[in-house]
Each structure stands twice: as C-alpha cells, then as structure tokens.
C-alpha cells in the first residue's frame, strides 16, 4: 500500500512535471480540488472525450448528441431531486478540524476487512503452491469466515442506516467501529450533518431581485428538458440515445485525491430512452458495451469491476459502477443506472408539459424509461495515467519513465527529431512535419542528445519518434523508434504517415468496441 501511495505521489508530481495537470490558480497557492490542465493534459483530455464521443455517436445510428448550457431554470434541481437530496452526510473531527463523509469512513472501515481476508488468502496461497484451492479456503478458514462475518454484520447495518436516512446510526457505527480521524487519531466526531453538494449563484439584477441559479451538478438534466426537441427534430424512434459532454459542479466535502474528486469537473453523460418494461434489457446491454470501450484502451483486463450498488437511488431500479484498479484501490470511473421515468415523469409533474412519446408500432403514448450511462473525463484521464506510468530499469542500469498510454490517445503521435542542428537535418525535419501535420499532432525537437529526447517523448507518451541523419539525405529514409518496447527500425518517409497513421488513429480503437 505505502508503494502504491508513493507511485500516486510520482503521478501527481510527473503530472505537473510534463504539463498534463498544474493545481488551480497556482500562484495564488491554489484552489482546492480545482485543476487545470496543461499543454499535454489538454491533449489526453481532449482524445478521451473524442474516443467516447465518437463510439457513442458514430458506432450507434440511434445515439444524437447535444451541448446544453450549464445554468438551467432553478425549478429543474427541484424536480430533479436535487435541492432536496443531493447531500453527503458529513462528519467533523473535533481534533484536527478535518471533515470527512461518514459514508466514506465507513466504507473504507470494510474495505479493511477485504483486505485482511485478502492477506489470509494470498499467504495460504504462498505457503500451499499449485495444490492450493482458493475457493475451498475462503469458504472454509476460520480466520477468512471471521472477518467476513465481522465485514458483513458491519456491510448490512452501514446500508441500513443508508437506507433508512439515519444519520445518528452512521454516527454510532463510527463510534463502535473505533474509525478515528487519520490526522489526529482521536475519535472526538461530531453529530453527522447532511450538506448540499449544490452550488449557487444568482443571474439577474433588477429592483424586484434576482434568481438564484444553480450550476449543474451533472449533465443529465439537460439531456431530459430537451428530450422531446431531440426526439421531434431529430424524428428519433425509441429506443434512441442523448449524449453530452460538458462541465459539472459538486461543492465536494472531501477532495484530496488529485482529479479524482473535484468540485469543477467533466463529465460524459448518454441517456437511452426505452419502452417501459425493456430497460433492464438495456441495462444489461449498456453494461457490456461501456466495459468493452473501456477493455477496448487495452490498459489491463484484470483492472475493472463491477460494482452493483448497495443502497439504489430513490429513481433506479438497478446501478452498478464500473471500478478501475486506482493506486488508491479500485474506485468508481463510470455509473450505469436505470432510472426509470422518474426523472421526465418528474419534469412533466413541475413544468406542466407533456414529456410523452407515441411510440408507432404499440400505438401507444407513454413516458420512455432511462438507462444512464454517467463517465467522468477526469476519472478517466486518472485511470489511464496512472496505467500508464511505467518506470523501468534499463539494461545499462539507467531507470525510464515511460507512460505506456494507448497510441490513440496520446497528446502527440510523432516527434521529429533532427540528429543535429546543422547539415541540413532540422529542414528536412521541418518537411517531414509539414507533411504528417494534417493527419497526426507532431512535436520537433532539436535540442540534447537524441538519448535525451527519447526520454523526454517517452515521459509524455509519444508512441513514436522519427530520427533524421545522413542517410536520410542520400535515401530518404529515417529513423523509427517504437516507445515502448525501444525497437527502432529504418523507414521510408514515404510510408511513415500508413505505419504510424495506422497505430494511433482512433479508427483502430473504435474498431476494437464495434467487434
Ligand atoms: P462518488 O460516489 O465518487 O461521489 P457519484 O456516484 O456521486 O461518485 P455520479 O453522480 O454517478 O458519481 O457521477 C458519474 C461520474 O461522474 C462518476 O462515475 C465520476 O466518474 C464522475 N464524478 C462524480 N463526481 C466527481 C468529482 N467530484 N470529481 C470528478 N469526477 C466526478
């Protein structure tokens, strides 16, 4: 764990070493838990919104999009649900002055059970070699049944108190539980409060006042008051899907993990309005088809789950998340809820308008049913950073930092590197450039050892880089190093943008999630 810790540090600071992520407002010593992303990151950022955008709209003839505004009519987060319940319960530590979500203690309390069971399980299996049944032992070793006995008497209680809204019981099971703050390691708590993860503005500013407005707390809403404008203009026929990106707003009680839990962020939200009675049907689809675009980025099979949720919104009727193997654990990157009609059923209720659609073959009008599919861009661009990151010791003793990110998703396909600045090299460069240009994001470099700047490609990802020397002169070919396995082969420019072209395009990725 404390290695895995150390290799999140590493990410953070190589993050702002090579302008992925700077902290906000930086000279002004920050703003917490919002991030900017630089030269690199913008890149990154930007071919992750491109490689989900694309396999939602291209890949699927019945999945439009659109771009909704940020502020929407204030009534819209009451009929969405959220003025009254968008809340963490939240918990202060009277010592430190640390605030935390209760529900997060706790469930980080049970994650300690896993991972004694877990340790039990991975010595056995030291000790016992190949003859070692893991099955037969989890279900039979007194110490493994005892934690999981401990962790479930602790899971179901926790997500009774959830159920049922109790706050004092959250409190007490802190309390029994002995969780103390890790800053000061006392267990001086306070009552735990719900707090609203909204934040307003006002818009306006005549005599007779102004409105207070909210800034989304997700992009869905607008995906809903627009529904029948999509669904009219657009002659879609149910089943069909709404995606959006755009920027959401949660005033986050706790964010001290990077940009995995800020209060300014991005997300990628597709609604798919079915007909009543088929959306687990869709559910189940859905599910299979978003863990395959994310299995698709080849960042490791091993490293996703499913999460089925314990306590499902007061508007779903099945959730699950989608986990990545973080170096904090494996955490949440992407919602799948079926969410009924609530939210349009809601929105006809507080607007007075008609939301329903006459579906042609039943002939029949009716109010479509929801299922979600809710990713986060920064989520995403963490999960495949720190796959990514990869140190690696050399054959002459000497450490690389590479990050092995998919080719398509690298902020720069190619650099062109002359072997020096004079003999006519850094103009056929320039050439070479001028021709790969409109195809693929290059980078020149002229400066240090070749050595040097293999590195410095390699630290941001560049999954290829092209050498011009003598020889090029004489015969038009080049030098092309492969990232990560080094390799480095002589090519014809006249083939570099089919070899490279084909490697990185986000044709070859999308290909992939239509198999
Ligand atoms: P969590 O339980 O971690 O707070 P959530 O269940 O509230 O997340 P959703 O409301 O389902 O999250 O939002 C959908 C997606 O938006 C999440 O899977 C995540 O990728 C992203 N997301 C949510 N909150 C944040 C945040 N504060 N910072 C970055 N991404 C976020």
């Given at each position: 764990?404390?290695?895995?810790e150390?290799?999140?540090?590493k990410?953070?600071?190589?993050?702002?070493?090579?302008?992925?992520?700077?902290?906000?407002?930086?000279?002004?010593?920050?703003?917490?838990?919002?991030y900017?992303?630089?030269q690199?990151?913008?890149?990154?950022?930007?071919?992750?919104?491109?490689?989900?955008?694309?396999?939602?709209?291209?890949?699927n003839?019945?999945?439009?999009?659109?771009?909704?505004?940020?502020?929407?009519?204030?009534?819209?987060?009451?009929?969405?649900?959220?003025?009254?319940?968008?809340?963490?319960?939240?918990?202060?530590?009277?010592?430190?002055?640390?605030?935390?979500?209760?529900?997060?203690l706790?469930?980080?309390?049970?994650a300690?059970?896993d991972?004694?069971?877990?340790?039990?399980?991975?010595?056995?299996?030291?000790?016992?070699?190949?003859?070692?049944?893991?099955?037969?032992?989890?279900?039979?070793?007194?110490?493994?049944?005892?934690?999981a006995?401990?962790?479930?008497?602790?899971?179901?209680?926790?997500?009774?108190?959830?159920?049922?809204?109790?706050?004092?019981?959250?409190?007490?099971?802190?309390?029994?539980?002995?969780?103390?703050?890790?800053?000061?390691?006392?267990?001086?708590?306070?009552?735990?409060?719900?707090?609203?993860?909204?934040?307003?503005?006002?818009?306006?500013?005549?005599?007779?006042?102004?409105?207070?407005?909210?800034?989304?707390?997700?992009?869905?809403q607008?995906?809903?008051v627009?529904?029948?404008?999509?669904?009219k203009?657009?002659?879609?026929?149910i089943?069909?899907?709404?995606?959006?990106?755009?920027?959401?707003?949660?005033?986050?009680?706790?964010?001290?993990?990077?940009?995995?839990?800020?209060?300014?962020?991005e997300?990628?939200?597709?609604?798919?309005?079915v007909?009543p009675?088929?959306?687990?049907?869709?559910?189940?689809?859905?599910?299979?088809?978003?863990?395959?675009?994310?299995?698709?980025?080849?960042?490791?099979?091993?490293?996703?789950?499913?999460?089925?949720?314990?306590?499902l919104?007061?508007?779903?009727?099945?959730?699950?998340?989608?986990?990545?193997?973080?170096?904090?654990?494996?955490?949440?990157?992407?919602?799948i809820?079926?969410?009924?009609?609530?939210?349009l059923?809601?929105?006809?209720?507080?607007?007075?308008?008609?939301?329903?659609?006459?579906?042609?073959?039943?002939?029949?009008?009716?109010?479509?049913?929801?299922?979600e599919?809710?990713?986060?861009?920064?989520?995403?661009?963490?999960s495949?950073l720190?796959?990514?990151?990869?140190?690696?010791?050399?054959?002459?003793?000497e450490?690389?930092?590479?990050?092995?990110?998919?080719?398509?998703?690298?902020p720069?396909?190619?650099?062109?590197?002359?072997l020096?600045?004079?003999?006519?090299f850094?103009?056929?460069?320039?050439?070479?450039?001028?021709?790969?240009?409109?195809?693929?994001?290059?980078?020149?470099?002229?400066?240090?050892?070749?050595?040097?700047?293999?590195?410095?490609?390699?630290?941001?990802?560049?999954?290829?880089?092209?050498?011009?020397?003598?020889?090029?002169?004489?015969?038009?070919?080049?030098?092309?190093?492969?990232?990560?396995?080094?390799?480095?082969?002589?090519?014809?420019?006249?083939?570099?943008?089919?070899?490279?072209?084909?490697?990185?395009?986000?044709?070859?990725?999308?290909?992939?999630?239509?198999?």
């Open positions: 764990m404390a290695q895995q150390d290799v999140f540090k990410l953070v600071s190589h993050s702002k070493e090579y302008g992925f992520v700077f902290q906000s407002s930086e000279i002004y010593d920050g703003l917490s838990a919002v900017d992303y630089g690199n990151g913008v890149e990154l950022k930007n071919n992750i919104k491109k490689y989900w955008w694309e396999s939602m709209t291209l890949l003839e019945n999945v439009v999009g659109i771009d909704s505004a940020i502020f929407m009519h204030p009534t819209i987060w009451k009929a969405s649900g959220h003025v009254d319940a968008f809340n963490d319960p939240l918990i202060d530590n009277k010592d430190s002055k640390k605030r935390y979500r209760a529900d997060v706790i469930e980080d309390q049970i300690k059970f991972d004694k069971i877990n340790k039990e399980v991975e010595k056995a299996a030291k000790k016992y070699g190949d003859a070692f049944d893991e099955a037969q032992y989890r279900s039979t070793n007194p110490r493994v049944l005892e934690h006995a401990k962790r479930e008497e602790l899971h179901t209680r926790f997500a009774k108190a959830l159920n049922d809204n109790n706050l004092d019981d959250l409190r007490q099971i802190i309390l029994d539980y002995d969780i103390v703050c890790p800053i000061s390691g006392t267990k001086n708590w306070t009552e735990v409060r719900q707090f609203n993860l909204m934040f307003s503005t006002e818009m306006g500013s005549t005599s007779d006042g102004s409105m207070k407005v909210y800034l989304r707390p997700e992009t869905a607008g995906i809903f627009n529904y029948l404008n999509v669904q203009t657009g002659r879609m026929k089943p069909f899907g709404i995606a959006q990106i755009g920027k959401a707003f949660r005033n986050e009680i706790v964010a001290r993990q990077f940009i995995f839990r800020m209060r300014e962020f997300q990628m939200e597709m609604q798919f309005f007909r009675g088929e959306e687990l049907e869709w559910f189940k689809k859905w599910k299979e088809t978003r863990l395959k675009w994310h299995k698709a980025l080849g960042l490791g099979d091993q490293k996703y789950r499913f999460h089925d949720h314990e306590k919104a007061h508007y779903a009727n099945a959730a699950t998340d989608i986990e990545f193997e973080m170096p904090f654990g494996f955490k949440e990157v992407e919602g809820h079926s969410r009924t009609n609530f939210d059923s809601s929105h006809e209720k507080y607007s007075g308008k008609k939301l329903q659609y006459f579906d042609p073959e039943t002939k029949e009008s009716y109010v479509p049913y929801v299922i599919t809710s990713i986060g861009v920064d989520r995403m661009f963490l495949v720190s796959a990514a990151y990869t140190e690696e010791v050399l054959e002459n003793g450490t690389r930092v590479v990050l092995k990110l998919p080719a398509a998703l690298a720069i396909k190619v650099a062109v590197m002359p020096t600045k004079k003999d006519g850094p103009e056929k460069a320039r050439q070479i450039i001028d021709d790969l240009k409109f195809d693929l994001k290059c980078q020149y470099d002229e400066k240090d050892s070749i050595g040097k700047r293999y590195r410095r490609q390699d630290a941001i990802g560049t999954p290829f880089c092209v050498t011009v020397d003598h020889q090029t002169l004489e015969d038009n070919t080049v030098t092309l190093r492969y990232r990560d396995t080094m390799e480095q082969e002589r090519v014809g420019i006249a083939d570099l943008k089919n070899i490279i072209c084909d490697q990185v395009s986000m044709k070859t990725l999308l290909k992939k999630v239509a198999e």
